[in-house]
């Protein structure tokens, strides 16, 4: 439909515009989402959270069977889980295991018992902006405030039921 709007609109104009137009319908070019003026801008996607049962052979696999490079296991107990990172080149994937009683991760394992997708990680340039321009929008966060993430950086992870049942999180550059 919008191609069709779009090729109707270019009509009128010549060849060279009317390439320019449509090239410029599908680019690879940065996405920057929010209103024009906006105080953020959505950046690259920082990494894919995978929930798993059993993280050393989740780890093994992606070490020994698929030859990344991975971090070490690393203890996040105000977050409730074990992280290890694989790294991928152009982004990362961060396995999760549940660490404590009341770890987030235990109650999706307990739905998904083969572990799975968790949550996708995307960049913004000012978290707190970003937060605030959600909110108003109503979209709902998970928690009142950005929390420190694994990288050390902060962290507001985004309601799925907002966000086309995606769990996504979102982590200052």
């Not at 894919?48 to 490079?69: G, H, N, S, W």
């Not at 018992?113 to 959600?134: M, N, P, Q, R, Y």
Request: hydrophobic fraction near 40%; proline fraction near 6%.
């Amino acid at each position: 439909m919008a191609s069709a709007v779009l090729k109707v609109a270019a009509a009128g104009f010549s060849k060279c515009s009317r390439a320019t137009i449509l090239r410029g319908h599908s680019t690879t070019a940065p996405l920057h989402q929010g209103v024009p003026g906006s105080l953020w801008k959505l950046g690259k996607l920082n990494h894919i959270a995978i929930a798993v049962p059993d993280m050393e052979k989740a780890t093994a696999l992606y070490r020994d069977v698929l030859r990344a490079t991975v971090s070490e296991k690393v203890p996040l107990p105000e977050h409730g889980v074990y992280t290890v990172f694989v790294e991928l080149g152009n982004t990362k994937l961060e396995l999760l295991h549940p660490l404590g009683e009341k770890s987030p991760i235990s109650g999706f394992l307990q739905k998904n018992k083969s572990g799975g997708l968790h949550h996708i990680c995307i960049e913004v340039d000012d978290i707190t902006a970003a937060v605030a321009d959600l909110k108003s929008k109503n979209i709902r966060t998970l928690s009142a405030e950005p929390r420190i993430g694994a990288h050390g950086k902060p962290v507001m992870f985004l309601h799925p039921k907002d966000c086309d049942g995606v769990l996504v999180e979102l982590e200052e550059a």
